[in-house]
Each structure stands twice: as structure tokens, then as C-alpha cells.
């Protein structure tokens, strides 16, 4: 069983920035796929960034240029930088442990950009 806590949300400005963190415990952190999934209301939950065990990446077009995902395997922790927020990006943000079949959720960190 794996647990993930998100932190780092909360209300910000257009073109403001926050970062995310996602701690992990229960699993062998270094061997997963991580990734930060988004869902604002009324929408499906939807891919914003991934990386996977060699520190590959992948992002939502949406995001690219403005978003940035990494990981530190000795913290257990994936994070998501986040900068030029806009209107657009509000939602809840949740992190996502992958392994073959086998995946956990976190529980989701509001974010919400708003002047």
C-alpha cells in the first residue's frame, strides 16, 4: 500500500506561481512512474504531468513552457513547479504513484487562480 500527502496549494493571482509536493510512503518510491493529474469542475480528470523512474517526462500541452515536474527519490517526493498560472489551470491537483497495473491516488490539493 502507498500513501501520498500533496501540499503547496491555495489561491494565487493570474501569472503567479506555487509549487506542489507530493510525499510518498509505503512503496518503493524510486521505481515508479509519478504524475500530477488535474480536475476542475465538471471536467474529467485529466494528465498534467508525468516522470517516470529514468527522470523521462511528459506534459499536457496546456502546460508546456509554463509547468515542470520532478522528482527526488531520497525524499520520496514528486513535485510540480508552477508558474504563469492561469484562470484555466484552477482545479484539484492530485498526485499519482504508478507501477505496471498497480497505481495510488492522493487525496488532491485545491488550487485556484483568481485576481
Known amino acids: 500500500q502507498v500513501q501520498l500527502v500533496e501540499s503547496g496549494g491555495g489561491l494565487v493571482q493570474p501569472g503567479g506561481s506555487l509549487r506542489l509536493s507530493c510525499v510518498a510512503s509505503?512503496?518503493?518510491?524510486?521505481?515508479?512512474?509519478l504524475g500530477w493529474y488535474r480536475q476542475a469542475p465538471g471536467e474529467e480528470r485529466e494528465l498534467v504531468a508525468s516522470?517516470?523512474?529514468?527522470?523521462?517526462?511528459n506534459y499536457a500541452d496546456s502546460v508546456k513552457g509554463r509547468f515542470t515536474i520532478s522528482r527526488d527519490n531520497v525524499r520520496n517526493t514528486v513535485y510540480l513547479q508552477m508558474n504563469n498560472l492561469k484562470p484555466e489551470d484552477t482545479a484539484v491537483y492530485y498526485c499519482?504513484?504508478?507501477?505496471?497495473?498497480?497505481?495510488?491516488w492522493g487525496q488532491g490539493t485545491q488550487v485556484t487562480v483568481s485576481s
Open positions: 509505503g512503496g518503493i518510491f524510486g521505481i515508479a512512474t
Open positions: 516522470i517516470n523512474s529514468g527522470r523521462g517526462t
Open positions: 499519482r504513484w504508478e507501477r505496471g497495473s498497480i497505481n495510488y
